[in-house]
């Protein structure tokens, strides 16, 4: 009987520990996840920059708007780029962070229009969206 505390405190240490591992092990893979959705859409982004750049030098100016991008063969309007983040393929011309796209028609520049500052980030995520090159400027810090 005399052990019975210390077998409590045991199992309760035990217990601690487990859990406070889960919730590391936890944030870890929620971490590993996010870089590989950012990762694709880094890659479907620079894609979609590099069509418009082709369009740029083909027209002199950058396409008026996603529909006229998908008159130009973008992209197959029954399959239209969709990020995985948030799961969403819209296009809207100013950010609110509800998921897809972001098209600004006076510049052409395509961005992710997510608000990620509640994600689970590497270090070198961060400095990723902090440059601005995925999300726009000033949307993330």
């Known amino acids: 009987m005399k052990e019975l505390p210390k077998l409590v405190i045991l199992l309760l240490a035990g217990f601690m520990a ?20 950012l990762a694709e859409a880094e890659a479907q982004i620079r894609g979609l920059r590099e069509k418009v ?21 973008f992209w197959d309007p029954s399959q239209p780029p969709a990020e995985r983040l948030r799961g969403s393929a819209n296009w ?3 950010f609110d962070g509800e998921g897809g796209f972001l098209y600004l028609s006076a ?16 270090a070198e995520d961060i400095r990723k969206l902090e440059s601005g090159q995925l999300v726009p400027p000033g949307t993330f810090y």
């Open 107 to 122: 510049t052409g520049q395509i961005f992710l229009n997510d608000d990620l500052k509640r994600e689970k980030l590497r």
């Open 53 to 73: 750049a082709a369009f740029r030098a083909a027209h002199g100016r950058p396409p008026r708007d996603v529909s006229e991008m998908v008159a130009q063969g």
């Open 18 to 37: 487990g859990f406070a591992f889960q919730s590391v092990l936890a944030i870890t893979f929620r971490k590993a996840r996010t870089a590989v959705f």
């Open 92 to 94: 809207v011309t100013a």
